[in-house]
């Protein structure tokens, strides 16, 4: 799992300093699973651009999920609501724009505390999720999906 904390936890830049956001890496190892590097973890997603401008918004999209599967994240952890509609809605036109499979899960954070504490899948919403992330209770790691029928 690769953390994603778009620009909204890092804001207001001039009161961050002193503020980590590693401490947020630190939080997905603690809840069992592994931790994906993702260098691009606290870029943009465009906000709401993909529903304004939308083709400056995919791009932006479109650039963080392909950084996120060369990082082989099988998922982006996120802490806000706009940027899991953003990376999550818009990834089927994004594979059709761009030609390439950049579908990953994007849980938010706190469907993964549930994951951890041994909460159902049904009752995270995580059969909610536009791309799904295949989760057993009891277990100690995240699924990646399965491979779309071609």
Same mark, same amino acid.
């Given at each position: ?7 909204? &936890? ?5 009161? *961050?300093?002193?503020? *980590? ?6 939080? @997905? ?5 592994? %931790? ?11 906000? *709401?651009?993909?529903?304004? @401008?939308?083709? $400056?918004? =995919?791009?932006?999209?479109? &650039? ?9 994240? =099988?998922? %982006?952890?996120? $802490?806000?609501?706009?940027? +899991?509609?953003?990376?999550?809605? =818009?990834?089927?036109? &994004?594979?059709? +724009? ?7 899960? &994007?849980?938010?954070?706190?469907? %993964? @505390? ?16 536009? $791309? ?19």
């Amino acid at each position: 799992m690769a953390p994603y904390y778009g620009c909204l &936890i890092a804001r207001p830049y001039a009161l *961050s300093e002193g503020f *980590s956001l590693e401490a947020f890496d630190a939080f @997905i190892p603690a809840l069992g699973a592994n %931790l994906v590097d993702f260098e691009l973890k606290a870029h943009c997603c465009g906000g *709401s651009l993909p529903g304004t @401008i939308e083709d $400056v918004g =995919h791009r932006l999209v479109y &650039i963080l999920l392909h950084q996120a599967k060369l990082a082989n994240a =099988h998922a %982006l952890v996120t $802490v806000c609501p706009l940027c +899991q509609l953003n990376l999550e809605a =818009h990834q089927g036109k &994004i594979k059709r +724009q761009y030609g390439e499979d950049v579908t990953v899960p &994007i849980p938010y954070f706190t469907q %993964l @505390i549930g994951m951890a504490l041994g909460l159902p899948g049904k009752a995270l919403g995580l059969d909610k999720l536009l $791309v799904p992330l295949r989760w057993e209770v009891g277990e100690k790691a995240f699924a990646a999906p399965e491979p779309a029928a071609a």
